[in-house]
């Protein structure tokens, strides 16, 4: 059995320690907003919060995130960094960042992360912490502004 | 459409069909779709998949407007949204003649029903694609709107008994100023229903529009795609399904020539392993299950007739075949004779790799069994027709057996339109083999999606040109070697004409330049290699050769490259003034950029719409450079959604910068080198340059926004190198090249 910590609520699972967080939130949790991509931390549309920080859950063996709060694109408005991840929405949902929005669970979550460290990223920041996070709607510059914008609203 | 050429070079001409004859309202009370409704409840979420039926007391119209005693109005949608705008912009067109509240619009996907849902430029096919959404619904979907807006109106001069005419209807409540009366839609809609259906109702006259091409009106799926609550393919849980990974073959035309599962069975959560047509089939309780068990299968595979050449080797014969004559696509004057005559003849080759469409989401099906033996089909859903004619033979069915619903796509790029619905009847035979009686979902890995086909071609340009003593063009000699896309494909007798696939010479067929003598010839190798529609079409490599030798050209005549094709554009004025807005935005006429930096331009026409573009690239120490800025001037007739339209014009910019800079798949013997985004590279964050776009205001016809922006980049990007560094770049990508 695993115990997992997500969005606050605990899950107790039957599942192989090897199994890619990923794969135990969307098909033994239930929570499907996190996506699979590519399965090597390449691409970031997995992306969550483990303890806080943005990690590839595809790329997590599931044991190793026991015993830890993890946040999903579903639990981010009203979990740890729900001020920051609701701006994030919103600046997202002002611009009409999304396309086809198979990558932007994971751009939210990577995007929150950053902002959640540095409040007031300049483009380079933004490029460089982003960079992970394909989209290949292309979307990128979008994603910048709406990174500005959900910056300025939490002042 | 205004320009018919356009037709004949675009994918509207899908399979010869009474095109534009069914350009009317389908008219019809609302039932739920035949053969799609008789088995269980729809599995998908609300305002995602096709299919729902009117409740009591719903007024439904038509089949694309359903209005609830709630006040809630469902727009059903009989085109795909994979990112285009397309649950925006149809709701738009229904909204505006509807005098709808934006907020009380839901979209809904249409079920398949190719009588009532056909794409009207595709004949009797429904189906996405082309960059036809909008073009081909738009006065359908307005007088949708109108007929509902009419039969409202109809019902609320009945219960105050006051004409019609007094009536007004304003953010979706219907009022009669006079009297003071005043309804929601949602109060009449039962009233509404019992109003006759007008055969012709009145559509506003453009200068009436409140929302098209006017407001910002938020997209409405943003939301649940922010909030990770929409449903993809990929997110499909039901009873008792198993997920299916598939083991393909390591070369194109390897077959099974046996296996052994029992490592793969011993897997826990595995169930079975299944031999299908395209290789073995592990079945699983859940993903992870079935990965672990396909990379524990051992296959015996043979390659006795499998493809064995590689990139190189395939480039090398297409050289071979580039030196005779091809089958002639286009013979204007002597280009022969001109070019013998020529001041100055300019020759280059130009050549793109294969390329794999990488959608975000990779392909993936669900299949479920009906109670009556039907089966229902769920998925980012692009080809309904041709997907189910070919799942229903798979698994023996009457098509319309085979119901399907329309998920939101992550992403498609041309891919989920497969003229073979290559992963639905891999997934059929799947389901096929493990009973017919179990859900089954099909998730290819990256791995597949990167290395099973299907790709843009690898294609070779040559061309020669002439310029006369005063610099002028006199002659074009163009040579095409790829392969059809088309050929062997139900689209063949539409699309491959006199022996021409158009697809392979859209775009160079027709240029926007007057050149007295121009001959274009085309070679078609047939290869094994599995290829297919990617983003812009044959426009994503006649583009880049056409506008690369039109710069090369004006550097030759020592002419401004902006002022060497204006001369030659009478004819075209739409092409010219979106060039010479996008030189006006970009900083043509600026002081020149510094050293190490350089501007490039370029201009194509495709899917009816004009976009021009300038390019800005730094050049960097190790040989290497970055694209700084890129503007944008596109002209697609009438705007509907204006941020949509600038939103296409970013990404698809941004989705033709990866093939640009660094996107191939490349063989060696055979074999795909590329698996995964290690090695099958795309634009990230990094790379993606300032953008900026202006929309020419127009009355015309609206034409598509998918695709138009992606070819273009490429020839800009090209160009500005060449400015950059006095060297001319005929490959692609250009990282490469650099």
New interface residues.
Partial sequence: MIELRVNGETHQLDI?PQ??LL?AL???V???????????G??G?CTVHLGGAAVRSCSVPVSAAADQDIT???GL?DGPRGAVGSAV?QA??DL??????????GQ?MQATALLATDPAPDDAA???N???????????????RAIHKAAQALG | MSNPKIVNLSRRRFLKSSTGAAAGLTLGVWLPARGQMAGPERVAGPGMAGGGAAAAGDFAPNAFVRIATDDNVTVVCKHLEMGQGTFTGLPTLVAEELDARWAQIQPEGAPVDAERYNNLFWGSVQGTGGSTAIANAFEQMRKAGAAARAMLVGAAAARWQVPAAEITVVDGVVSHPKSGNSATFGELAVAAAEQPVPDEPKLKAPSEFKLIGKAFLPRKDSKAKCTGVAQFTQDVRLPNMLTACVAHPPRFGAKVRGFDASAAEAVPGVVEAVAIPSGVAVLAYDFWSAQQGRNALTVDWDESDAFKQGSKEILADYRRRAKEPGKTVTRVGDAEAALAAAATVVEAEYSVPFLAHAAMETMDCVITPDADGGVRVVNGEQFQTIDQQAVAEVLGLEPEQVRIEMLYAGGSFGRRANPQSDYLVEAAHIFKAAGGKTSVKLIWTREDDTRAGFYRPLYLHKVRAGLDADGKPVAWQHRIVGQSIITGTAFEPALVVDGIDQTSVEGAKELPYAIPNRHLDLHSPELPVPVQWWRAVGSTHTAFAVECMMDELAAAAGTDPVDFRVALMGEHPRERDVLKLAAQQGGWYDPPLAEGRGRGIAVHKSFGSHVGMVAEVTLDDDNGFSVDRVVIAVDCGTVVNPDVVVAQMEGGMGFGLSAALMSEITLVDGAVQQSNFHDYLVLRMDKMPEVEVHIVPSNEAPTGVGEPATPVIAPAVANALAAATGKRYHQLPLERAA
């Fill in positions: 192989d199994m890619p794969w969307r098909e033994h239930g929570l499907t907003g996190t996506k699979y991509g590519c399965g090597i390449q691409c549309a999903t694109i579903e408005a929405q997202w949902q009409d960042v999304v396309q086809c929005g198979f990558c932007q669970s939210i933004i490029d460089t982003m960079t992970g996070n394909i989209c290949r709607c292309a979307t990128y510059a979008r994603i910048r």
